[in-house]
């Protein structure tokens, strides 16, 4: 099985773990291609967003990074640390929800 | 006259308590009035009967279109969660029509309350509370006293989300500011007037600290973690942004399961998505 | 093909996604046909210039050459209906059908904005008449992504023409070709029939909605640049990231309280390092509503069926309660002909006109008719009794509601004659108006004979009585005169006898004479005890006074006899209400029996008050240390007189009437007479008397 990533953290040198298609479901791109600096190029045209590549270990570090740096965002609405158990969870919820919402801002 | 002083003498003139929950309280304490003879009040107004219908039928309460008539979901949900449903439905008929002013409006209003009603009945269920048939109802009415504000005072109101705005502060901490009072005991005054149980007066009163004796001990509690997890999802608009800190004394009083929130997330979202689509639009 | 500005051609076809640098024009246009009818999967696609300023129409690339000729004839047949022209005048897509060989052929005429004063018509040939509507959303999608490429990569080749030409007017072309660019974007989005929305996620501002969105959400596309999506969305994301479906509900709330249900779809692309979030929804209250009314409609439904079911139920338990009522009304109506029916008396229901409205049994017996002669028929005797009796009488009993009542000799069909009783009331209605009469006949010969045997034997019974007494009054004079003649004879006799023998015959007539006087007397006495029941005079007792009577008259017996008399008596405790003549001679025959009959020893009198089981009673005691009575004659010595003759046999005869009187009088007192004997030691006889007799309570009080 291949890890899902986003295209900004698709690197040369990856190997796609299954085919990319377009919406129609058609084929653009056999998998277990090597990717080359001109595939990256061709897939934010097509507008692809994420990728399923064969896992490695800097692929994983590099989606992390991803998550860490929006949770960032949301630092300035808690105004306080997670102390328990529960508190952490409410976090990983506000995280998640971050995510999912793409727009998790103020009112104007 | 100070500003708070006619902002109370204003509220003062605050609609009756929807007559429907008078007539069906009454009957519920009558052990004569048999169920049929509760879903034939219920029924008497097809509309708001049709509602509660679709809002029992919900997800959230447990029969996805399993029920076909007030008398099965008396049967399915009981009497008391149906009163409930029925009063829910009808405050927020009563309200909802206000103009928005400032950042807020009473939909986004009402939007967060279901929000909190959903995770506070969310929460009643996991804590082993026996009864949660008020733990929705207490959702929908812990910011009754904003709702109030929105309708009574809305020029003053406009005040108080820009002050919060301005100074990033809780609507609450603005309120006390600019009022010298806050929504929890405007809406004590209503819950008084319209002589709701004690439960929910508590609900109304504490909320904010998630502190109340015995008899309301749970359910204050559980409106409290409600009403920051809603506004962690972003359910609806409560008239800031910000999250507050919980008091970390009811965490002593509600213990959850591990990872409630992360695992319970996607029905939680499906649960407040649906609700507020089957309550808000006619 | 010359008048071709390769430039536009380069901005509608960058969105192809192909490699621009590394083609020639004509190849990408080529490619970019090819894409487009790939995405929209049809036949060919073809590409047109249209001048404004020159008004020439030229063909500029198709997607697949070979069918270059098809595409003439079809250009030239749309050129020649106008329909190219329409397309381009009104900018809005058309659609043709085209019949050619029985084949129906379907096209799409779009217009498309192009800067320089250019039109572009693309003319799409498709497999069947509708885009799938899938295909479209998507495609209008695609659209919106590619064209925003398509301004960026604009603006990047303006900023490499700007640094390597330093001609300011070609600087201000190339800005306005960007203009241009995004007029024409504008232009694409707003043609859709659905709202757009897109939002730079870093600033999470709006950056631009469509025409469809601003009408929708009602502001002006000024307005919407820079709010926020939270402005106008209640909910504006689907539920879990895990298994995201393509479309969701949405929910638009407007500033006047409004809510609008919308299907939406949520999606982002990426340049650079920005990236753009697109909404795209289209209004889903119509839908929404429809769904809502079929509920409803299905709800109004449930909600009858609920209620005619309970109506059904109700009205059934109320009928099977009617059908139980009736049944039990029937029975009971039954239960009620059968006991009419066979009823011993007869009984009538009559027509105020006289006429027989219904009969039992019992009548036809009576009358000795049979049923058809009865029924509608006038009764015998109905003129018969309204003969008999005042006719005023008879209306005004009967209109009061009262029974008319009557005894009446009847004559039976065959003669007979015999007696019968009737009744007659009246049947009201609710008003009181008289409907029906109600007659009763019973047949009473025989009770009439029985009744007269009665009569005669109460008749002899009295003149018997009446005998009897006549008989006693009148003892006295028939048996006591002759006797005290004999008696005094005998005493005579007895002094001018000299002779022993003669004398003791006359001692036994003397003796024989006495006990018969004695006899006749206790009789008398007994009549005066009956005669004086009436007479019953109830005094309180001084008990002192009988004990005086009494030593009076035996004192002298007794010390005769050497025999001792003892007193227990506490004359003050001794209470009680009776009749003191005949209790003294109750005591007197008691006392001559203790004193015949006791040779030595004691004859005590006591008296006391007691209280037995609540009642008060008083107690009088004579016992003696007499012969005693035998046991077996002890049970009958008390009904002596009542056994009649017998009571006067030899047997009795040392005992005489005195106990059979004493006891009389003991009863008439409403007390109690009790004797204890035992041969050869003696006798105690013990009086019980109430305080008060009951036939004296009344009195007293």
């Known amino acids: 099985m291949g890890k899902t990533i986003h295209i900004d953290s698709l690197q040369i040198g990856m190997v796609l773990a299954e085919p990319v298609k377009n919406k129609f479901n058609q084929v653009l791109c ?17 507008g692809i967003q994420s990728i399923s590549v064969t896992e490695t270990d800097t692929a994983n570090s590099d989606s992390e990074a991803v998550i860490n740096e929006d949770f960032s965002g949301l630092k300035k609405f808690f105004s306080w640390e997670p102390r328990n158990e529960a508190e952490i969870d409410l976090f990983k919820m506000a995280q998640k929800r971050y995510n999912d919402l793409n727009i998790w801002d103020a009112k104007k | 006259m100070t500003l708070s002083e006619k902002i109370i003498n204003r509220i003062n003139n605050i609609p009756t308590l929807p007559t429907i929950y008078e007539t069906l309280s009454n009957a519920l304490n009558d052990p004569k009035v048999s169920n049929q003879k509760i879903a034939q009040i219920i029924s008497s107004d097809q509309s708001s009967a049709f509602k509660v219908l679709k809002v029992a039928n919900s997800p959230f309460f447990g029969f996805r279109g399993g029920v076909d008539t007030i008398s099965q979901a008396i049967m399915y949900l009981g009497t008391t969660e149906i009163r409930n449903i029925v009063f829910s439905l009808s405050i927020m008929k009563m309200f909802s029509k206000e103009k928005k002013i400032a950042g807020l ?4 209003l009402w939007a967060h309350s279901i929000g909190v009603g959903i995770l506070t009945r969310s929460i009643g269920k996991v804590i082993a509370e026996p009864k949660v048939e008020n733990y929705f109802l207490a959702g929908i009415l812990h910011d009754i006293g904003k709702i109030l504000l929105l309708q009574f005072a809305h020029e003053e109101y406009n005040e108080v989300i820009e002050y919060a705005e301005k100074n990033n502060c809780l609507i609450l901490q603005a309120e006390q500011q600019i009022f010298g009072f806050d929504h929890s005991r405007i809406g004590y005054l209503l819950a008084e007037k319209w002589r709701l149980p004690q439960v929910l007066k508590d609900v109304i009163l504490y909320h904010s600290t998630g502190i109340s004796n015995d008899s309301s001990r749970n359910i204050v509690a559980a409106v409290h973690i409600a009403d920051i997890s809603a506004r962690v999802l972003k359910f609806g608009f409560a008239g800031d942004n910000l999250i507050p800190e919980p008091n970390i004394k009811v965490w002593e009083q509600i213990n ?27 | 093909m010359n008048s071709i500005n390769s430039e536009v051609l380069h901005s509608i076809f960058r ?55 098809e595409l003439n004839s079809t250009f030239e047949k749309f050129t020649d209906e106008g329909i190219i022209s329409k397309a381009i005048v009104e900018g809005e897509i058309v659609e043709e059908m085209v019949v050619k060989n029985k084949i129906e052929s379907f096209f799409s005429i779009i217009p498309l904005n192009v800067p320089n004063g250019m039109i572009g018509i693309v003319i799409i040939k498709k497999n069947s008449s509708l885009l799938q509507q899938e295909n479209l959303l998507f495609y209008l999608n695609g659209f919106s992504i590619n064209f925003a490429l398509l301004l960026d990569l604009s603006l990047t080749n303006i900023a490499k023409e700007i640094s390597s030409k330093s001609n ?40 631009f909605g469509n025409e469809y969105a601003l009408n929708l959400l009602a502001v002006n596309s000024k307005k919407i640049i820079g709010t926020k999506i939270t402005d106008y969305f209640l909910i504006h994301t689907s539920i879990a990231s895990s298994n995201k479906p393509e479309t969701f509900d949405g929910l638009i709330h407007k500033d006047d309280g409004t809510l609008i249900p919308v299907l939406m779809k949520e999606s982002s692309f990426r340049y650079e390092n920005k990236t753009i979030l697109i909404y795209s929804f289209v209004d889903n209250s119509e839908l929404k509503r429809y769904e809502s009314e079929l509920q409803k409609a299905h709800f109004l439904l449930e909600q009858r069926v609920e209620v005619r079911t309970e109506q059904l139920l109700d009205s059934n338990s109320r009928l099977v309660q009617e059908i139980k009522n009736r049944e039990n009304a029937e029975a009971q109506l039954l239960k009620f002909m059968w006991v009419v029916e066979q009823n011993p008396i007869g009984i009538l229901i009559l027509e105020t006109n006289g006429q027989i409205r219904y009969a039992n049994k019992k009548y036809g017996e009576i009358v000795g008719e049979t049923s058809d002669k009865i029924l509608g028929h006038f009764p015998q005797f109905f003129n018969l009794a309204i003969l008999n009796i005042s006719k005023d009488n008879f209306e005004s009993k009967v209109s009061k509601g009262e029974f008319w009542k009557s005894e009446i000799l009847n004559t039976r069909k065959g003669g007979e004659e015999f007696w019968m009783s009737l009744y007659i009331a009246p049947i009201a209605d609710t008003r009181g108006v008289i409907i029906n009469y109600f007659v009763l006949i019973e047949e009473i010969t025989e009770k009439k004979q029985v009744l007269d045997e009665l009569v005669n034997a109460k008749l002899n019974a009295e003149q018997s009585n009446k005998f009897k007494s006549y008989l006693l009054a009148n003892m006295s004079h028939e048996f006591r005169t002759p006797l005290i003649s004999i008696l005094g004879y005998a005493q005579i006799l007895e002094n001018e006898v000299e002779d022993d023998e003669h004398r003791e015959m006359i001692d036994v007539i003397k003796q024989g004479g006495n006990r018969l006087l004695k006899t006749l007397d206790g009789m008398l006495q007994l009549s005066d005890i009956e005669a004086r029941k009436i007479s019953m005079k109830p005094e309180k007792i001084n008990f002192e006074q009988i004990v005086d009577h009494i030593a009076d008259k035996y004192l002298d017996q007794i010390q005769e006899k050497g025999i001792e008399l003892k007193l227990n008596v506490k004359f003050d405790e001794i209470f009680f209400y009776s009749d003191l003549e005949l209790l003294q001679v109750c005591l007197f025959h008691i006392f001559d029996n203790a004193i015949k009959f006791t040779n030595s020893g004691i004859i005590a009198l006591g008296a006391e008050n007691i209280s037995e089981d609540g009642v008060k009673k008083v107690d009088i ?17 008390l009904s002596a007189f009542h056994q009649g003759d017998e009571g006067l046999t030899r047997n009795y005869e040392g005992a005489g009437l005195g106990l059979t009187i004493s006891n009389r009088i003991v009863e008439l007192l409403d007390g109690k007479l009790k004797i204890f004997s035992r041969q050869n030691e003696g006798t105690k006889i013990t009086i019980e008397l109430p305080i008060i007799p009951a036939a004296f309570q009344q009195k007293l009080v």
């Open chain 3, 168 to 207: 300011s007017s070609s600087i201000v072309n190339e800005f306005e070709r960007v203009n241009f660019d995004y007029e024409f974007l504008a232009a694409v989005l707003n043609s859709t029939s659905s709202g757009i929305i897109l939002i730079d996620k870093q600033t999470t501002q709006i950056i």
């Open chain 2, 105 to 108: 409006s009473p939909i986004e």
């Open chain 3, 15 to 69: 969105f192809t996604a192909i490699d621009l640098k590394s083609k020639s024009i004509d190849q990408i246009v080529s490619d970019g046909l090819k894409l487009f009818c790939e995405l929209a999967s049809c036949n060919y696609s073809a590409l047109f210039l249209f001048d404004k300023n020159t008004f020439e129409l030229n063909f500029y690339s198709i997607s697949n050459f070979e069918f270059v000729g």
């Open chain 2, 256 to 282: 959850l399961p591990q990872s409630f929130f992360t695992t319970n997330y996607d029905k939680f979202i499906d649960d407040y998505n649906q609700t507020v689509q089957t309550i808000l639009v006619d």
């Open chain 1, 30 to 46: 056999s998998g277990n291609l090597t990717i080359e600096d001109k595939h990256i190029k061709l897939f934010k045209t097509w």
């Open chain 3, 621 to 637: 005691t004579v016992s003696d240390t007499g012969i005693g009575i035998e046991e077996e004659k002890l049970s009958h010595i």
